[in-house]
């Protein structure tokens, strides 16, 4: 779980990006409070073959990164 709350863009998509970067995972969970973050993350991730389902809980966004089979 990436935990990206009160950061503002890039940060977050650079998280992320370390993160598929290292290890290439299945499935990514982010927590982000920002719609922006969300739009950037969910561009990067379809840039890098992942789908993106987001939920909204309080103000604040869990998007789950899953790799396309």
Known sequence: MIDARGLSCPM??????????????DEVKVMVD???????????????QYDVEV?????EFELTLK???
Request: proline share 5%; charged share 30%; hydrophobic share 30%.
């Open 12 to 25: 977050p998509v650079v998280m992320v990006q370390n993160e598929v970067k290292k290890s290439s995972p």
């Open 34 to 48: 920002s719609m922006v973050c969300v739009e950037n993350i969910t561009r990067f991730a379809s840039s890098k």
């Open 55 to 59: 939920v909204k809980k309080d103000g």
């Open 67 to 69: 790799k396309k089979k």
